[in-house]
């Protein structure tokens, strides 16, 4: 294994952050529109979520 020197380090720049972040925001944007979509157009029913979340409407 090698050790990076000063400039090395000063020059290595990462990205997997920002596009794990990007990823996980666009899924819970998704499941929200989901959730949104069943509660204001359905006349009734219920929508489960992992996490024991449950919502129903009558």
């Known amino acids: 294994m090698h050790k990076m020197n000063n ?7 990462g990205g997997e952050v920002i596009t794990i972040t990007a990823i ?3 899924m819970v944007i998704g499941l929200i529109a ?3 979509y069943r509660l204001f157009m359905a006349s009734e029913g219920t929508a489960t979520i992992p996490g024991g979340f449950k919502f129903t409407w009558e």
């Open 24 to 26: 996980m925001a666009v």
């Open 7 to 13: 400039e090395e380090l000063r020059l290595t720049a």
């Open 34 to 36: 989901v959730i949104m």
